[in-house]
């Protein structure tokens, strides 16, 4: 696991060279690899290809960086600590060991601690995006046949 910005630490000239650098990835990328010449601070040059997964992955995270937001790269096979998954779904770890308990959640047990695979955290926030999604739309389409304006 690669945490590699800490919120609020994006300084506004790398917001700008995130955002210069979304832009031209973006641009050369199309649906293939980028071929980049880089040059160390220190004078050495290297040339070298990334491949089209790694330049969407990049302008993904630049874009992300540009907007002043961490970024954090993760396999999708890593095991989570109860604190880090809570982390991501932005919810106590309190909250989130009651899902865990109430089986809303898989996890393992790595002695006494658990563990959650991150796909399956992606799996469940995605389960949890689509139920919020059609309650809003059943909002929506009610407050449409009750002449609400919305």
């Known amino acids: 696991?690669?945490?590699?910005?800490?919120?609020?630490?994006?300084?506004?000239?790398?917001r700008l060279a995130a955002q210069e650098a979304s832009r031209a990835l973006?641009?050369?990328?199309?649906?293939?690899?980028?071929?980049?010449?880089?040059?160390?601070?220190?004078?050495?040059r290297q040339t070298f290809v990334?491949?089209?997964?790694?330049v969407r992955l990049l302008t993904d995270m630049m874009a992300q960086l540009a907007e002043g937001r961490s970024v954090?790269?993760?396999p999708r096979h890593a095991e989570?600590?109860?604190?880090q998954a809570a982390d991501l779904l932005?919810?106590?770890?309190?909250?989130?060991?009651?899902?865990?308990?109430?089986?809303?959640?898989?996890y393992k047990k790595v002695g006494t601690h658990r563990r959650i695979q991150l796909q399956d955290l992606l799996?469940?926030?995605?389960?949890?995006?689509?139920?919020?999604?059609?309650?809003?739309?059943?909002?929506?389409?009610?407050?449409q046949e009750l002449g609400m304006g919305y």
């Not at 973006?26 to 050495?44: H, P, Y």
């Not at 989570?80 to 604190?83: A, D, I, K, V």
């Not at 932005?90 to 898989?106: C, F, T």
């Open 1 to 14: 696991m690669l945490k590699a910005v800490e919120p609020g630490f994006v300084s506004d000239a790398d």
């Open 26 to 44: 973006a641009k050369l990328s199309g649906n293939g690899g980028v071929q980049v010449d880089a040059q160390a601070d220190t004078g050495e």
């Open 50 to 54: 990334l491949p089209a997964a790694a």
């Open 72 to 74: 954090a790269v993760m």
């Open 80 to 83: 989570l600590t109860t604190q």
């Open 90 to 106: 932005n919810v106590s770890r309190p909250y989130l060991v009651s899902l865990l308990e109430q089986d809303k959640l898989p």
């Open 123 to 143: 799996a469940y926030m995605e389960a949890r995006n689509t139920v919020s999604d059609n309650a809003m739309d059943a909002l929506a389409a009610e407050a």
